[in-house]
C-alpha cells in the first residue's frame, strides 16, 4: 500500500517570500508518479505539478517546483516568489505505476500568505 | 479544450433519503472518471473509477454506489443517505494515468 505524509498542517510565508510544503512518501513500486494539487477556499482541485519516479530531474511549473529526493522518499513542493493568491490547501498525492489509475492524497498543507 | 461540469454544487439531505450526484465531462471522447469523497480537514479519498462505459471499479466499500452509463457521465448514488455520507465529493476525469482534472465539487450535509 501507499502512503503520503504531509507533516505541516499549516503554513505561514510573507508576501514575494518562497515557501516549501513538506511531503514524504512510502511506497514498494519501483515505478510511480508524485502530484502536487491547490484547493482554494473554492474547494476545486487545482492540478500543480508532476514528478515521475524515473525523471532525472526535479520538476519546475512556472512558480512552482519540486524538490525530488527519492533515496529520501520526499517530494517537496517549493513556490516561489508566493502572491495572496496562492493562500490554499495543498495536498501531494502519489499514483502507483504507470498503469494504475488511482492517487492516494496526503491530508494536506493550509498554506497562508501573509501581505 | 476540456471542461468537467459536477452539480449539484451543495445539497442538504435528510438521513434515509437517496442520492444523486452527476458529472459530465467535455471536450475528449473516454476519459478515465472517477469520484472521490473528501471529509472535513482531510485530503481526498478514491470512492469509484471507471475506465469505460459500464465498468465501475469500487475502492471502499459502503453505501454509495456509481454507474457510467454514456462515454462522458458519471453518476454517483445512494438509495438510503447516512449522516457518514456528509462531505465533499469531487468528480475527476484522465486521459489515461495520467494527472487528474477535478470539478468544483458538490458539499453534501445529511442531517
Known amino acids: 500500500a501507499q502512503k503520503i505524509t504531509q507533516t505541516q498542517p499549516g503554513m505561514f510565508v510573507q508576501e514575494k517570500e518562497a515557501v516549501t510544503l513538506d511531503c514524504t512518501y512510502d511506497t514498494s513500486d519501483p515505478s510511480y508518479g508524485l502530484f502536487w494539487y491547490k484547493q482554494p477556499s473554492s474547494g476545486e482541485m487545482i492540478f500543480l505539478i508532476y514528478?515521475?519516479?524515473?525523471?532525472?530531474q526535479n520538476a519546475t511549473e512556472g512558480r512552482y517546483s519540486l524538490n525530488f529526493q527519492k533515496a529520501r522518499k520526499s517530494a517537496n513542493l517549493v513556490i516561489s516568489a508566493s502572491q495572496l493568491g496562492d493562500s490554499a490547501m495543498y495536498f501531494c498525492a502519489i499514483r502507483r505505476g504507470a498503469g494504475s489509475y488511482q492517487l492516494t492524497f496526503g491530508k494536506g498543507t493550509k498554506l497562508s500568505v501573509i501581505p | 479544450s476540456q471542461t468537467i461540469h459536477q452539480w449539484p454544487a451543495t445539497l442538504v439531505q435528510p438521513v434515509g433519503s437517496p442520492l444523486s450526484l452527476e458529472c459530465t465531462v467535455e471536450?475528449?471522447?473516454?476519459?478515465?472518471l472517477y469520484w472521490y469523497r473528501q471529509a472535513a480537514g482531510r485530503g481526498l479519498q478514491l470512492l469509484f473509477y471507471?475506465?469505460?462505459?459500464?465498468?465501475i471499479s469500487s475502492e471502499v466499500p459502503q453505501n454509495l454506489s456509481a454507474s457510467r452509463p454514456q462515454d462522458r457521465q458519471f453518476i454517483l448514488s445512494s438509495k438510503k443517505l447516512l449522516l457518514s455520507d456528509s462531505g465533499f465529493y469531487l468528480c475527476?476525469?484522465?486521459?489515461?494515468?495520467?494527472?487528474?482534472?477535478f470539478g468544483s465539487g458538490t458539499q453534501l450535509s445529511v442531517l
Open positions: 471536450g475528449t471522447s473516454n476519459p478515465n
Open positions: 475527476a476525469w484522465s486521459q489515461g494515468p495520467a494527472e487528474l482534472f
Open positions: 471507471s475506465v469505460g462505459i459500464g465498468q
Open positions: 514528478q515521475g519516479s524515473y525523471d532525472q
